[in-house]
C-alpha cells in the first residue's frame, strides 16, 4: 500500500514535469497561437498597455484601456519590458511558476480536506481497510486537473492575468483550510489589492472596482453581460445593473446556510458562481473553479449527466472561436453567433453547478443516514 | 443494501418525448440517416430563384454608355499588346506600356513590385487573422512580379471607398485571350475615367501571373491593407535590398512616378476579375462564373445576382457555373431524375397548388451544379483570384468570357458586349450605399439563377447527425443494465463517472494523436523526400509510430475484461463525432456534409466483430460485412480515391496522388486538412478499435 502511494506520488511529479514543458513548447509558437489577443483569454484588466502608460509618466487609469489592479502593474510591470525588448521569456517563466504554485496549493488544499474527512469517517465507523484504498487522492487529482486543463493553459500561455488573481483565491483557501488565519486574510488582501502603496489617488477604485461593477467595456467575452448592455436602453441601465449584481447577493446567504457544515465546498461554490456571473469572466475564472471540483471528486464521482456536461464543455469551448472568427473575421455571422456560444456555456455552467450541489448534499445526506443505520 | 424505490413522479411531457426517442434509438437513426440522405438529394427540387436582394443596386435602369469609341482604344491596345510579344524581352514593356495608356487616360498610376511566397503551413490559420505573421521568410529575391495600378479617382465620391477590377497577365506566353482580357477591362476603365455619375474610385490591377494569378493578387492586397508607415517604402521594406534591383526597373523611375509610392483608395465594395479563355461553346457567347473563396466561403449572393442578371437578360451571355459532368451521364441519377419528375406530375394532379418537382433534365443539370459546389467549397481552396479578397471581407467573383464570336474575328463586337456587362456591374454597385449585407453569404448554387440557402441545406445535415447524440444517450443509459448498481451507496468510486472517464481519456488521446498526425508533413516537406508516394509512405509510417508511442507512454490500454466497456467507447465516440461534425458544419458546411455521409452510419453501425449468438448468422455475417464496407470506405485514402475513381475513371490513379492532394490542402490552409486529421482520420481509428474490441 505505501509502495502504491509512493507510485502515484512520482507518477504526479511526472505529469507535473509534463506540464511545464508543455507550456514551455507552446510558449514557442506565440504568432501561431495569437492567445493574448483572444476575447476568451484577455479581459481589458490586461496589464502590459498600463504599464507602458505608467513609464510614460501618465496615470495608467487616465484611459480607457487599463484596468487592472494598481498591485498586479507594479509585480507585473518589469516583466513585461523583458517581452517587449528580448524573448518572451521572462513573463511566460512567470506564469508557467504561478501555475505551479497554484497547483502545489490546490493539492496541498485536497490532502487537508481528505484528512478532515478521513477522520470524520473513521470517528463515524463508516471506513473499511478495503474502501480506504479506493478512496481517490483527490489533491493529487485537483492539482493535475488544474494544471492540465486546457483552459489554465491557455490562459498561461496568453498571458492572462487571471492565474495570479487565481492565486490569490487559492493562498486564502488554503489558509483557511488548515486554519492560517492570516495566511488566509494575506490570499484575501491580495485578491482585493488593499495594501498597494499610494501610487496614484482613488482614480484607480473607481478605474478598477467601480469598471467592474458597471460594466463600461462592451467588447465581447465569454460571459452575457457584454451582450445584455449593449442591447439594454440607457434608462434602463442602472436599473438591470442592480439586478445583475444582486443576483450574485442573493446566492450567498442561502448557499451558506444549506451548506454551513461544508465549508470548503460553499468556498468552491461561490468561486464557481462568481466565474459564472462576472461581468468580465475569461477562461483562466473556469479553470480555477474546475480545478477546485476534482477536490470533491469522490463524492461527486456519481453525478448525473457528468458525461453531458463534460462533452458540452468541450463543444462549447470549441465552438466559441469559430464563431468569433465568422463574427469578426469572415464577416458572414453576427454578433448573436458568438452570443449563443456565451449562452449555451452560461447553461452548461450553471447546470454543472446545481448538479455538484444536489449530488453533493445527496452524499452527505446518505452518509448520514448510512451512518445512523450502523449505530 | 437494496435500491430504493422511488415513487414514480408524473414526468414533464419533453422529458418523456426525450425517453421516448432515447429508448427508440434504433428506429430513430435509420429514419433520420435515411431522412436526410433523400433530403440532399431533394435539394435541387427545393432550390430558389435568385431575386436581387438589396434595393440600391438596381441593375440594368441606366443604359450603357459605353461608345464604340472606347472599343477602339481598347483595341488599340489589344493590338499593341500582340506586337510586342513578337519582341524578345517583353515582360517589363507590357507593364510600361499599360501604364503609359493608363496615364494617358488622366488616371493615376502606379507599380507594384511582389515576390511570390511559395506556400507555407499554417496549421492554425484559420483562426488567426488573414495576414498574420512576418510573411517575408520564403522568398526569393530573383522571382519577382511587377503589378500595375490604375486608379480612377471618383468625382461624386469622398475617396473612402473603391471598386476593384483585376486583370490577370501573364507576358510570358500571353496570346489573343488575354490582351483582350486587358482590352476589355481597358475600355471599361477609359469609360470610367471620364463619367460624372462615379462614386467609388476604380482600382484596377493588372496583376502579374507569372508566379500564379492568386499569389500576385494577394500579394497587392497584402500590402494594400497593411500599409508601411514612416521612412521605410515597400521595396525598402522587403527582405531584398536594393543590391538585388534589377536593371529593367529604372525604366520604370523614368516614367515620372516612384514605383514605392503604393496607390490606394478607400475600402473596397467589391471586386471584379476578368478573364477571356477561347475555350468556347458552339454558337453561344458564354460567361463563366467562379465564386468559392477559401474555406468554402462565398460572395453575397448579390453580386452574383447582379452579373447574372445583366449578362443573361442585358447582353445576351449565357451564364454558366461549374459542373460535375460525370453526374449528367450517371444511369442512377437519370432513372432519379425521372422518379421525382413522375412524382411531382403526380403531386400536380392532386392539386395544382403544390409546385412539387421540376423537369429531369432541369433535375440534373441542378444536381450536377450542387454537386460541384459542394465539391469545391469542401475543398477550401479558392477557385481563382478572386478567393484573396474574401480573406479582407471583401465580395469577389471572377468572370471568365469564353466567346464564340472571337472564332469569327469580331474583337470589337466582343469587347463591346463584355465591357457593357462590367460597366453595368460596376453602375449597380457604385451604388450601393453599405457593404453587401442584405443577401446570402452561405448558400450552394444550383444554376446561376438558382440557390439553396442555409435554413435549407441545413435540413439535411441536422437530420444526419442528429441520430449521434441519440445513440449516445441510449449506449450510455444501456450501460448501467451492464454494470454494478449505482445505487448501493458505496463509499467507492461509484462506476457512472469512471466508466465514461476511461473511454474519454481514449477518445481524447486519439484526437491528440490526430493533432500530431495533421503537423507531421510539415516535417516531412522539412526533409524533402523526392516522391508523393514515398511522403505518403512516410506520413503513414510515422503515425502508426507515434500512435505506439502514445499507446505505451500513456498506457492506453482496455481492461478486456469488463462487458460494457465498448459500449461507453462508442458512445463516446458518437459523442465526438457529433461535436466535431457540428464545429465542421459552421467552418465549412461543405466538408461537414461530406465527412456526415461517410462517417455517420459507420459510427452508427459499429460493432465489434463477434458473433451474437442470439442472433442470425445471415445478420451476424452481414453487420460484420457492412461494417467492413463502410470502415473501409471511410478511411480518407479510400474514400479520396473512391471519390476519384466515381468522377474521373478509375484508370491512371497513382498512390501519390493522395499526397498530391493533401499537400494542396495544407497550402492552401484549408480547414479542410484539419478536418481529416483532427476529426475524420481519429474518429475512424476509435471505430476500428471497436470492431477489434474482443468482448
Not at chain 1, 492575468?161 to 483550510?177: D, R
Request: aromatic share 12%; net charge neutral; hydrophobic share 50%.
Amino acid at each position: 500500500m505505501e509502495e502504491k502511494k509512493r507510485g502515484s506520488r512520482s507518477a504526479f511529479w511526472r505529469w507535473v514535469i509534463a506540464s511545464i514543458l508543455f507550456r514551455l513548447i507552446l510558449v514557442y509558437f506565440p504568432k501561431n497561437l495569437h492567445l493574448s489577443s483572444r476575447p476568451e483569454v484577455s479581459t481589458p484588466l490586461t496589464m502590459a498597455e498600463g504599464y507602458w502608460l505608467k513609464q510614460s509618466s501618465i496615470s495608467p487609469y487616465a484611459g480607457s484601456m487599463h484596468h487592472g489592479s494598481p498591485l498586479l502593474l507594479s509585480i507585473l510591470g518589469p516583466l513585461t519590458v523583458f517581452t517587449l525588448l528580448q524573448v518572451d521569456l521572462s513573463i511566460n517563466l512567470f506564469f508557467v511558476l504561478v501555475d505551479i504554485i497554484n497547483a502545489l496549493l490546490i493539492r496541498a488544499t485536497g490532502w487537508c480536506i481528505q484528512e478532515v474527512y478521513g477522520r470524520t469517517l473513521k470517528s463515524l465507523d463508516l471506513v473499511k481497510p478495503s474502501e480506504a484504498s479506493e478512496i481517490i487522492l483527490s489533491g493529487d487529482l485537483a492539482a493535475l486537473v488544474y494544471l492540465w486543463n486546457p483552459f489554465t493553459i491557455v490562459a498561461c500561455i496568453g498571458l492572462s492575468t487571471s492565474p495570479v488573481e487565481n492565486m490569490a483565491i487559492i493562498v486564502s483557501l488554503y489558509g483557511a483550510c488548515t486554519g492560517l488565519v492570516p495566511l488566509a486574510a494575506f490570499g484575501w488582501g491580495l485578491l482585493v489589492s488593499i495594501e498597494i502603496r499610494k501610487m496614484y489617488n482613488v482614480i484607480w477604485l473607481c478605474r478598477t472596482y467601480g469598471f467592474i461593477l458597471t460594466v463600461e467595456d462592451l467588447s465581447p467575452n465569454i460571459g452575457v453581460l457584454w451582450y445584455f448592455f449593449a442591447e439594454v436602453f440607457d434608462f434602463f441601465r442602472s436599473f438591470f445593473l442592480i439586478v445583475f449584481h444582486m443576483n450574485i447577493f442573493f446566492m450567498v446567504l442561502p448557499l451558506a446556510i444549506r451548506l454551513k457544515h461544508l465549508p470548503a465546498f460553499l468556498a468552491f461554490v461561490y468561486v464557481a458562481i462568481v466565474a459564472i456571473f462576472k461581468s468580465y469572466p475569461s477562461v483562466g475564472d473556469s479553470a480555477l473553479y474546475l480545478g477546485l471540483l476534482a477536490l470533491f471528486a469522490n463524492e461527486l464521482a456519481d453525478m448525473k449527466f457528468s458525461f453531458f456536461l463534460f462533452c458540452g464543455y468541450i463543444g462549447v469551448s470549441l465552438l466559441s472561436p469559430v464563431m468569433h472568427n465568422l463574427w469578426i473575421w469572415r464577416g458572414t455571422g453576427n454578433a448573436n453567433f458568438y452570443f449563443a456560444t456565451a449562452m449555451a456555456y452560461a447553461c452548461f455552467q450553471e447546470v454543472a453547478e446545481s448538479q455538484e450541489v444536489s449530488r453533493k448534499r445527496d452524499f452527505m445526506e446518505r452518509r448520514v443516514k448510512q451512518s445512523i443505520i450502523l449505530l | 443494501m437494496a435500491p430504493k424505490e422511488t415513487p414514480k413522479m408524473k414526468q414533464r411531457p419533453i422529458v418523456r418525448l426525450g425517453i421516448l426517442i432515447i429508448s427508440h434509438s434504433v428506429v430513430v437513426s435509420v429514419i433520420c440517416c435515411i431522412s436526410g440522405v433523400v433530403a440532399l438529394l431533394l435539394l435541387p427540387i427545393l432550390a430558389k430563384n435568385t431575386y436581387i436582394s438589396e434595393n440600391a443596386l438596381m441593375p440594368g435602369s441606366a443604359n450603357p454608355m459605353l461608345s464604340d469609341q472606347d472599343v477602339g482604344e481598347a483595341n488599340k491596345l489589344v493590338n499593341a499588346l500582340l506586337d510586342l510579344k513578337s519582341e524578345p524581352i517583353s515582360s517589363g514593356r507590357v507593364s510600361t506600356l499599360v501604364a503609359e495608356f493608363i496615364s494617358d487616360l488622366g488616371a493615376e498610376v502606379g507599380y507594384h513590385k511582389f515576390y511570390p511566397e511559395s506556400n507555407q503551413f499554417h496549421p492554425l490559420h484559420f483562426f488567426s487573422l488573414p495576414d498574420s505573421g512576418s510573411l517575408q521568410e520564403n522568398v526569393n529575391c530573383s522571382m519577382y512580379g511587377i503589378n500595375v495600378i490604375g486608379i480612377a479617382r471618383a468625382p461624386q465620391g469622398d475617396g473612402k471607398e473603391a471598386v476593384v477590377l483585376v486583370t490577370p497577365y501573364n507576358s510570358e506566353n500571353a496570346d489573343l485571350s488575354d490582351a483582350l482580357s486587358i482590352g476589355l477591362t481597358y475600355s471599361v476603365f477609359s469609360l470610367l475615367t471620364q463619367v460624372t455619375w462615379l462614386a467609388k474610385d476604380i482600382i484596377w490591377l493588372v496583376a502579374d501571373s507569372r508566379y500564379g494569378e492568386y499569389s500576385s493578387v494577394s500579394a497587392w492586397l497584402r500590402d494594400y491593407q497593411r500599409p508601411v508607415f514612416g521612412a521605410s517604402l515597400i521595396l525598402d521594406s522587403d527582405t531584398c535590398d536594393g543590391g538585388s534591383r534589377p536593371y529593367d526597373l529604372n525604366n520604370f523611375m523614368t516614367c515620372g512616378k516612384l514605383i514605392d509610392n503604393f496607390k490606394r483608395a478607400g475600402t473596397m465594395a467589391a471586386a471584379l476579375v476578368v478573364k477571356v479563355t477561347e475555350k468556347s461553346e458552339p454558337f453561344v457567347d458564354t460567361l463563366n462564373l467562379y465564386a468559392e473563396a477559401s474555406n468554402g466561403q462565398m460572395p453575397n449572393l448579390d453580386l452574383i445576382n447582379i452579373v447574372n442578371y445583366l449578362a443573361v437578360h442585358r447582353q445576351g451571355l449565357h451564364v454558366k457555373v461549374k459542373k460535375l459532368i460525370p453526374l449528367l451521364n450517371a444511369k442512377w441519377l437519370n432513372v432519379l431524375a425521372d422518379i421525382l419528375e413522375t412524382v411531382g406530375v403526380i403531386f400536380r394532379r392532386l392539386n395544382p397548388q403544390w409546385k412539387f418537382g421540376i423537369p429531369a433534365a432541369e433535375y440534373i443539370d441542378g444536381t450536377a451544379t450542387l454537386a460541384s459546389s459542394l465539391y469545391y467549397q469542401a475543398l477550401g481552396i479558392p477557385t481563382g483570384p478572386h478567393g484573396a479578397f474574401r480573406d479582407y471581407q471583401v465580395d469577389a467573383v471572377t468572370l471568365e468570357f469564353s466567346p464564340y464570336s472571337l472564332r469569327k474575328g469580331r474583337h470589337k463586337e466582343f469587347l463591346l458586349q463584355g465591357s457593357r456587362l462590367i460597366e453595368g456591374v460596376i453602375r449597380s454597385v457604385n451604388n450601393l450605399l453599405e457593404k453587401f449585407h442584405q443577401s446570402f453569404f452561405l448558400y450552394l448554387l444550383t444554376s446561376p439563377g438558382r440557390f439553396v440557402s442555409v435554413g435549407v441545406y441545413m435540413i439535411p445535415f441536422i437530420l444526419l447527425v442528429a441520430p449521434l447524440p441519440v445513440m449516445a444517450a441510449s449506449l450510455y443509459m444501456n450501460i448501467f443494465d451492464f454494470g454494478p448498481n449505482t445505487e448501493t451507496g458505496q463509499l467507492a468510486v461509484s462506476p457512472r463517472s469512471v466508466t465514461w472517464l476511461d473511454a474519454a481519456k481514449m477518445v481524447l488521446i486519439v484526437h491528440f494523436w490526430g493533432a500530431i498526425v495533421s503537423l507531421l508533413p510539415y516535417c516531412i516537406c522539412q526533409m524533402d523526400f523526392s516522391t508523393p508516394t514515398m511522403n505518403l509512405a512516410i506520413w503513414s509510417m510515422l503515425s502508426a509510430l507515434c500512435f505506439l508511442l502514445l499507446c505505451l507512454v500513456l498506457g492506453l490500454h482496455f481492461n478486456q475484461t469488463e462487458k460494457a466497456k465498448w459500449v461507453v467507447l462508442k458512445s463516446a465516440t458518437l459523442s465526438a463525432v457529433f461535436i466535431g461534425l457540428c464545429l465542421m458544419s459552421v467552418v465549412n458546411f461543405a466538408t461537414a456534409e461530406i465527412g456526415a455521409l461517410l462517417l455517420v452510419p459507420l459510427c452508427l453501425m459499429i460493432h465489434p466483430l463477434k458473433i451474437n449468438p442470439n442472433m442470425g448468422t445471415l445478420v451476424n455475417f452481414s453487420r460484420m460485412a457492412l461494417n467492413f464496407i463502410l470502415l473501409s470506405m471511410a478511411f480518407p485514402p479510400v474514400s479520396f480515391f473512391l471519390l476519384q475513381g466515381a468522377v474521373y475513371g478509375f484508370h491512371g490513379i497513382d498512390i501519390g496522388d493522395f499526397w498530391m492532394w493533401v499537400e494542396s490542402l495544407w497550402a492552401w490552409n484549408s480547414a479542410t486538412y484539419l478536418y481529416i486529421t483532427m476529426i475524420h482520420l481519429p474518429c475512424w481509428v476509435l471505430c476500428l478499435h471497436i470492431l477489434l474490441h474482443a468482448r
